[in-house]
């Protein structure tokens, strides 16, 4: 291993920021590591006197492990950070530039999204929603998903955003877990020039549930849709008499901001909560110094709001710091391979951030595309969601970022609510396929089993060290689950990221991928448990145990290995039959790539399915030890069914 890592660290190659990159940097003072090692507080309360407090705080930090609070006393308003605190200098500089995929483009400077956004938040007002009412929110990528969340920070509202191309049944699991009333829907929408239903998947998935009280409607795919009386609102018309002021609420620092769902180890999402403070800092500090954010920028983060990249890096990241943002909705192939290309050279973006798979779809349909557009504006490109693999980075760097952009590779997740692990693209020397070095007042290692920092080389766990201010609080409803799943694996001041790691002998961080449960779906992040327990719930199912398996495209996909009831016939039909039912039930970039019929998956004597051994037989590796299996002999079974299904 050790000797791997040295010879590759030999041959490598490696990126310093270009010298006229580097002068005009935000940051470009490798100092800023050690100010912030010295003094990880004073640091993050420099930061913090640059956004919009109505009181300020009166410590920094509480730390009692695991639980922080930050910024404790400070008041403030995440909306007022986005939209109010731009009106004096940006009033009318556009916020955002939204391109639909039928090619409809909608512009809102700083004011007109302010006055939307308080429109909706008297509408919110006025149906009931109160300070602490969490409001479900479950719209694709337009700009009403943005209004949405920052009118529900505007009145205090917690928001949940649910991915829009979830089942009609996640979304009633997420609904009756954050006990929300109000729900923000619309009638659906288009995909590839189809429209997707949306209002009716509410219809169904919330009757059973009973507990939403207003839904409002916004009226974009055009569909017919039924309304029910009393429940049931247009946007447009209630929106068209509201008020366009609203004062903003005025919110404690460690009050709740936002829930967002997301998929861990057993078969119910979490609920992540994130507070105001901490994570308006956070997000506002790491966007200006991780894009390099100038005032002139045109910033594109092609991740959509119901992921958490959505909320803090296209939403109150970018906003606090009064960027332009391009959002667009639709898919990279419509009408054709270059829209992404398109767009950049239309609206002259500079910053893009987008995802590994997104970056290695591009190279698979080839360099022509891109070629096609100018795309010079651009100026630092950005990946995010998976590992990206130096050939993947590498072809970026040499085709959109045409040698002369930085690339930040960011590592971050849901509950770090912030970049991590980053270059700072002034000062970092970058090595393509390693997310670098810790952000500065950020603390990482990659530890062992017992919590010992591992040799350069070696592989281990990654592991966050010290409280950082938009670290997770909870998990809503469920603390125990919050100190068993991130807290316990060590001690209790110790953060579990889940995922696998090494680093090099100069100390970088190389991120493996995910040590537990999760599987990540072209970004996209599914529990095997969770799609575990959907499966068995179809009526020919008795087991199931669900596992991703490597990919060069999507970096991971579903197989999925089932026994079947008595009675109930293996064929192609049925396969089909229930990758179907996973896409209904989960969302289309949950379809199962395999569905493996087999009459016993690999058990521990007292029942529980080994995945771990499932996983190594998927990837055609080594499962290990499989002695103390109920029946050993059900493992080269499985390899030779794989095996097979390779072959066809
Ligand atoms: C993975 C997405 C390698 C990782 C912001 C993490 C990455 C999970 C990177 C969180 C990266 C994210 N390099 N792996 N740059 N970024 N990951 O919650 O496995 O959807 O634990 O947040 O994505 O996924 P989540």
């Not at 045109?298 to 990241?317: E, F, M, N, P």
């Not at 130096?390 to 770090?416: F, R, S």
């Amino acid at each position: 291993m050790g000797e791997k890592a040295n010879k590759s660290k030999k041959d490598m190659t490696v990126f310093r920021p270009p010298e006229d990159f580097a002068e005009n940097a935000i940051v470009n003072d490798p100092d800023i590591y050690r100010k912030a090692e010295d003094d990880p507080e004073g640091f993050w309360e420099e930061n913090a006197n640059s956004i919009h407090w109505y009181r300020k705080w009166d410590s920094v930090l509480e730390w009692e492990p695991p639980h922080s609070k930050w910024f404790i006393g400070g008041k403030l308003n995440a909306c007022y950070n986005c939209l109010d605190a731009n009106i004096e200098k940006r009033a009318n500089k556009t916020a955002l530039i939204w391109e639909a995929e039928s090619g409809e483009i909608r512009k809102y400077t700083y004011r007109e999204l302010l006055e939307e956004v308080c429109r909706l938040s008297n509408v919110l007002k006025e149906a009931g929603v109160k300070k602490g009412d969490i409001v479900t929110i479950y719209l694709p990528m337009i700009p009403e998903v943005i209004i949405s969340m920052l009118a529900c920070a505007r009145i205090g509202a917690p928001h949940s955003v649910v991915f829009a191309a979830f089942s009609g049944d996640s979304l009633a699991t997420r609904i009756g877990n954050a006990n929300s009333k109000v729900l923000i829907t619309c009638d659906g929408y288009s995909r590839r020039g189809k429209v997707v239903e949306q209002k009716n998947k509410v219809d169904e998935g919330i009757r059973s549930c009973g507990l939403v009280e207003k839904v409002i409607v916004v009226k974009h795919g055009g569909n017919e849709i039924s309304m029910m009386k009393e429940r049931d609102v247009w946007w447009h018309e209630i929106m068209k008499d509201s008020d366009i002021s609203c004062e903003p609420e005025v919110m404690d620092s460690e009050d709740m901001l936002f829930l967002m769902y997301t998929s861990g180890t057993t078969g119910k999402p979490k609920g992540i909560v994130h507070t105001t403070g901490g994570y308006m800092v956070a997000t506002h500090t790491t966007t200006k110094l991780v894009f390099d954010l100038k005032e002139e920028d045109i910033y594109w983060c092609t991740a959509d709001c119901g992921w958490i990249t959505g909320h803090s890096y296209l939403v109150y990241g970018p906003l606090s710091n009064g960027t332009t943002l391009v959002a667009y909705e639709g898919a990279p192939d419509y009408p054709d391979k270059d829209r992404y290309w398109d767009i950049i050279e239309r609206h002259k973006v500079t910053i893009l951030y987008t995802a590994p798979t997104a970056i290695r779809t591009f190279m698979k349909w080839g360099v022509s595309w891109p070629q096609m557009h100018d795309i010079s504006t651009l100026r630092l490109i950005g990946s995010v969601g998976e590992p990206i693999n130096p050939g993947a980075w590498l072809w970026y760097h040499e085709n959109i970022g045409m040698g002369k952009c930085p690339i930040v590779d960011t590592w971050w997740q849901t509950e770090t609510g912030m970049i991590m692990i980053s270059p700072l693209p002034g000062v970092t020397t970058t090595k393509p396929g390693s997310a670098t070095m810790p952000l500065p007042g950020i603390k990482a290692a990659v530890l062992d089993e017992k919590g010992n920092e591992v040799a350069p080389g070696q592989d281990g766990y990654l592991a966050i060290l010290k409280p950082w201010p938009s670290m997770v609080r909870t998990v809503f409803g469920n603390e125990e689950r919050f100190i068993e799943t991130y807290w316990s694996k060590w001690d209790n001041k110790t953060y579990f990221a889940g995922d696998g790691a090494k680093r090099d002998e100069d100390g970088y961080f190389w991120i493996i991928g995910r040590v537990d449960d999760v599987i990540k779906v072209s970004g996209h992040r599914i529990g095997s448990a969770e799609f575990e327990s959907i499966m068995v719930s179809h009526p020919s199912v008795a087991e199931a145990g669900v596992v991703g398996k490597e990919d060069e495209l999507r970096g991971e996909v579903i197989y999925c290995y089932v026994t079947l009831k008595s009675g109930a016939q293996e064929s192609e039909e049925l396969k089909k039959e229930l990758r179907g039912y996973a896409e209904k039930n989960i969302g289309p970039f949950a379809r199962p790539k395999q569905i493996i019929f087999s009459d016993d998956l690999p058990k521990t004597r007292s029942g529980k399915i080994m995945r771990r051994v499932l996983k190594a037989i998927a990837n055609e590796k080594d499962p290990g030890d499989v002695t103390t299996l109920q029946d050993p002999s059900v493992v080269d079974m499985l390899k030779q069914k794989t095996k097979e299904l390779e072959s066809s």
